[in-house]
Each structure stands twice: as structure tokens, then as C-alpha cells.
């Protein structure tokens, strides 16, 4: 099992910026494949990036393309979200999870630990 502690959340404008961090606590950290999640209010939680255990390839949803960077440092027990050109829509509670295995998938269910979440929200 992997504690995992998201911060880096606030109230940014529109085209602004913002770096989350997940901070993981457990053996297993480096070995698993790391994700963020957001959940707007109202809405499903959604898949936003995940990053496999070496870093070496990511996957992102259509709506951070382009914007947002999945990164980690196994050495640290760190992984980050830098969101750029952040938009409306962009406002959620985003949490940080950890995979069961090496897979990169966007489905919750391959997620077995999160975080409690931090709360960004993007103002026009």
C-alpha cells in the first residue's frame, strides 16, 4: 500500500499556471504506475495523466494535450502535474493515485491507493 499526499492547489486566472504534488509514502511507490484524477463538482471523477513506474512514457487525456506535463522522481517518492494555459474548466479537486501493476490505463478501477486531493480552481 502507498499513502499518497497531493498539494500545489489554488485559485489561479485563466492562462495561468500550476504544479501539483503528490508526495507517496511505501515500498512499492517506484514500482507502480502513478495517475492524476480530477472530479468537478457534479461530475465523475476522470482520468487526467498517468506515467509509467520509470517515468519513460506517459499518457495524457484529450483534455490536457498539449497543456499538462505528468512527471516523477523515484529517488524523492514524488510524482508532479504542471498544468499550463489553464482554462475554466480546468477547476476540480485533483487526486493522485497508484496503480496495481505497470499498466497505463485511465480506468479508476486499475487505481488502488489515493490521495486525498487538492482543489484548484481556475478563474476567467
Known amino acids: 500500500q502507498v499513502q499518497l499526499v497531493e498539494s500545489g492547489g489554488g485559485l489561479v486566472q485563466a492562462g495561468g499556471s500550476l504544479r501539483l504534488s503528490c508526495a507517496a509514502s511505501?515500498?512499492?511507490?517506484?514500482?507502480?504506475?502513478m495517475a492524476w484524477f480530477r472530479q468537478a463538482p457534479g461530475k465523475e471523477r476522470e482520468f487526467v495523466a498517468t506515467?509509467?513506474?520509470?517515468?519513460?512514457?506517459?499518457y495524457y487525456a484529450d483534455s490536457g494535450k498539449g497543456r499538462f506535463t505528468i512527471s516523477r522522481d523515484n529517488a524523492k517518492n514524488l510524482v508532479y502535474l504542471q498544468m499550463n494555459s489553464l482554462k475554466p474548466e480546468d477547476t476540480a479537486v485533483y487526486y493522485c493515485?497508484?496503480?496495481?501493476?505497470?499498466?497505463?490505463?485511465?480506468?479508476?478501477?486499475?487505481?488502488?491507493?489515493w490521495g486525498q486531493g487538492t482543489q484548484v480552481t481556475v478563474s476567467s
Open positions: 506515467i509509467s513506474w520509470s517515468g519513460g512514457s506517459t
Open positions: 493515485a497508484a496503480g496495481r501493476g505497470s499498466g497505463l490505463l485511465p480506468y479508476r478501477t486499475y487505481y488502488d491507493d
Open positions: 511505501g515500498r512499492t511507490f517506484s514500482s507502480r504506475t
